[in-house]
């Protein structure tokens, strides 16, 4: 159960930093990015090949990042002119562009057979008592942080609406569940990453890893979507006719965003072939940009905290339906077995009503539902706040 639950978190950082660099594309500047995983595959090609070939895995990472920034470079200078349409068609072509070069190019990638056996960091690490106590230290101090921008988030929060007058209609029980659900969970990640740490395994450093990385830049992109570079962003997504006419070179803010959201692509490809330990260019296909598109717009759009919670509510679902489907179907063929009445269906049957590409297909139909129901009750994610967003105005 511990290593599940680090596998978990692993996986719930690396989407929550694929997240973050889509959001800053599309949550704040408004870029429609359907080939988002394009920057993935970049990066974490260019992180394995170069490691694989003698590079220290410290300058390996950025490489990638600077990789996957310089084809945003290319993409979007070329690009960024066009209609929002046209942006998203070329990018869900270059990303299937890149994950066919990646399976055509047999001498760099090994094509269809894919790269196994590369140096994974902290891999030969094995810590001490003091090491440990040292890995314990960081992870409390991320959580310490994790814990200070919930407090502050919900009193941001109370305070806007207590501005606004609402605090005297509706008693705030709703910051009081987040903050209960976000502890509880907080909570049981911490507690089984300390276990993690203590019982040293090159996965628990792995998680330490991401999650320190993830802190890290989602401090940075908070500094920076807070400063009047963020700001020129926000004008550009809201009318990008106000900024240009305030002389702010619009095209050149896109390009930026562009290429930063790219780059921080390209770090969760690294972090994702580590936790694959092997990477095929089947692992970069389109519905993996779509995973973030899902966990931006479920958290909300322009909204960093906003990512975080959707991606682990993305992983949840994940785990959850992966686990909770097969027992209905198990279910729902010991029920058919004793009658017959009911379900005329045999439980040979239940294999072709519910095998594993069914299975499949029903956590994606549901997923789909789920923002379907989403929009149209809060269009603006769960985080995500109205008044920021023209939507539709």
């Not at 220290?56 to 600077?66: E, H, K, Y």
């Not at 960081?138 to 609406?161: F, K, Y």
């Not at 987040?178 to 507690?191: E, N, R, S």
């Not at 239940?350 to 129901?373: E, F, P, Q, T």
Request: aromatic fraction near 12%; glycine fraction near 12%.
């Amino acid at each position: 159960m511990v290593q599940y639950l680090v596998f978990l978190t692993i996986s719930t950082a690396i989407f929550a930093l694929f997240g973050l660099g889509l959001n800053l594309q599309w949550g704040f500047t408004g870029l429609i990015n359907f080939g988002h995983v394009a920057f993935m595959t970049l990066g974490a090609y260019t992180t394995v090949l170069l490691s694989d070939g003698g590079w220290p895995i410290a300058l390996a990472v950025p490489a990638g990042a600077l990789l996957a920034a310089l084809l945003g470079l290319i993409v979007g200078a070329s690009t960024l002119r066009l209609r929002e349409d046209y942006l998203a068609i070329v990018t869900i072509g270059t990303s299937e562009m890149v994950r066919l070069v990646a399976l055509n190019e047999e001498d760099l990638t090994r094509g269809a057979f894919g790269l196994q056996g590369y140096p994974l960091p902290l891999d030969g690490w094995q810590p001490n008592d003091g090491g440990k106590r040292a890995a314990i230290a960081i992870l409390t101090a991320v959580a310490g942080l994790a814990l200070w921008l919930l407090w502050r988030g919900l009193r941001r929060e109370w305070l806007r609406r207590k501005q606004d007058g609402r605090w005297q209609q509706r008693y705030p029980l709703d910051l009081l569940c987040w903050a209960l659900v976000a502890l509880a969970l907080g909570g049981l990640l911490y507690y089984n990453g300390v276990l993690a740490l203590w019982n040293y395994s090159p996965k628990a450093g792995l998680m330490l890893l991401a999650i320190v990385t993830l802190g890290l830049v989602y401090t940075g992109l908070e500094v920076l979507v807070r400063s009047p570079w963020g700001r020129v962003l926000k004008s550009i997504r809201e009318d990008e006719n106000i900024p240009r006419a305030l002389g702010k070179n619009v095209f050149w803010y896109k390009l930026q965003a562009f290429m930063l959201g790219g780059a921080i692509a390209g770090v969760a490809g690294a972090f994702y072939a580590w936790q694959l330990n092997a990477v095929y260019p089947s692992n970069f296909i389109p519905i993996i940009s779509f995973y973030g598109w899902t966990i931006v717009v479920l958290g909300g759009a322009g909204n960093n905290a906003g990512v975080l919670l959707g991606a682990v509510i993305f992983w949840a679902y994940e785990s959850l339906t992966r686990f909770v489907l097969p027992g209905v179907e198990r279910s729902l063929s010991s029920l058919a077995l004793p009658d017959g009445s009911w379900l005329q269906i045999p439980v040979d049957g239940m294999a072709w009503l519910l095998d594993d590409a069914r299975l499949g297909a029903l956590r994606i139909l549901v997923i789909g539902l789920i923002l379907m129901v989403l929009m149209t009750s809060r269009p603006q994610g769960i985080l995500g706040r109205k008044e920021e967003l023209t939507l539709g105005r």
